[in-house]
């Protein structure tokens, strides 16, 4: 990586559609980010969508590994997927921001953190909701005593079901309501309540035709008995929202995890004898996550602290599928 010129060069791993939607449209408007190109197995595919960003068209992902022009990768791909690749890239010398979840297990992520600590690279998890600036208004209201003590976290994220051949039906793929969608409120759960949260905890609900879990339910706490409730699936109306319950009162967001850009998230400030709405800006949480992935690498900053966010992220994962009496991956298809 040339450092003087302040430029991260990066390539795409998988041509998914939601990051075609997302984090690939904020990589390429990122000033101190240069697009290299993206790789798909299919040609056509791969072409498509660099001649749609601007960048060059790679064949299998192997290739794009290889380039000497490109520092960093973005991944994409299916988590299942995630240990082989992630771990190629950080074995080729590259910086990884990989899509949630990077892991399917505490083990796999071990693994990545520990290859990536060892070659001195950045590993990240693509949270992009940890970087919209309504959380940063949350937690300041909690610093000022807005709400007194936080006592609990109610975060919930679910959504209608999924096309019958989506991936997130697929064992195989590491699909899943936990995977896709709990892992929101679970990370939500560590943001408010700390790293020391554990699962005391969880219900799974096996769908028996694809072998995967279409939704579940955790309880959560921390050493200082605050508690968390989380809900998450994806067999149930649209719902994607946090509540912080403190002593003197609550705060609310009704989008935590899924601001679009324009949206202008609202904020609900509740007290004893009044409810006080606030309209918050506009935020990019994709455009912000980037910069700091970018940030980071080129100014040489904090390689640990995401690293251990992944390892704690996995390791609640595990806590879920434990308390829910699935063992360390899971039910399996029956």
Request: hydrophobic share 45%; glycine share 10%.
């Amino acid at each position: 990586m040339t450092v003087t010129d302040r430029v991260l060069n990066v390539g795409v791993v998988g041509c998914a559609t939601i990051a075609q939607r997302t984090t690939i449209p904020a990589l390429v408007a990122d000033p101190s980010v240069r697009l290299a190109a993206v790789a798909s197995r299919s040609r056509a595919k791969a072409e498509a969508v660099a001649r749609r960003f601007g960048c060059e068209a790679v064949t299998g992902y192997a290739a794009l590994l290889e380039r000497d022009d490109i520092d960093a990768v973005y991944v994409p791909l299916p988590p299942a997927l995630h240990a082989e690749w992630v771990a190629r890239a950080l074995a080729a010398g590259k910086h990884v921001l990989a899509e949630k979840p990077l892991s399917l297990d505490r083990a796999e992520a071990a693994e990545l953190v520990g290859a990536a600590r060892a070659a001195g690279l950045l590993l990240m998890e693509n949270f992009a909701f940890l970087h919209h600036g309504q959380h940063d208004a949350v937690r300041a209201l909690i610093d000022e005593g807005a709400i007194g003590e936080p006592r609990h976290i109610t975060a919930e994220f679910a959504f209608p079901p999924l096309p019958a051949d989506d991936i997130r039906y697929d064992p195989a793929l590491g699909g899943g309501a936990l995977l896709d969608a709990g892992v929101y409120t679970l990370r939500a759960a560590t943001l408010y309540l700390g790293p020391q949260v554990t699962v005391r905890g969880a219900v799974l609900r096996v769908d028996p035709g694809t072998g995967v879990d279409v939704a579940g339910a955790a309880l959560v706490a921390d050493p200082a008995g605050r508690t968390g409730q989380l809900t998450f699936g994806f067999d149930r109306s649209y719902r994607c929202a946090c509540t912080i319950w403190g002593s003197e009162g609550s705060i609310e967001l009704d989008r935590a995890f899924s601001a679009p850009p324009t949206l202008r998230p609202v904020l609900s400030l509740r007290r004893q004898d009044s409810l006080e709405v606030r309209t918050l800006p506009a935020g990019h949480q994709f455009a912000s996550l980037v910069a700091e992935f970018a940030r980071t690498v080129l100014d040489e900053g904090d390689f640990k602290g995401p690293g251990e966010d992944v390892l704690r992220q996995a390791e609640l994962v595990d806590e879920v599928r434990s308390a829910a009496g699935g063992g360390e991956r899971g039910p399996q298809p029956r």
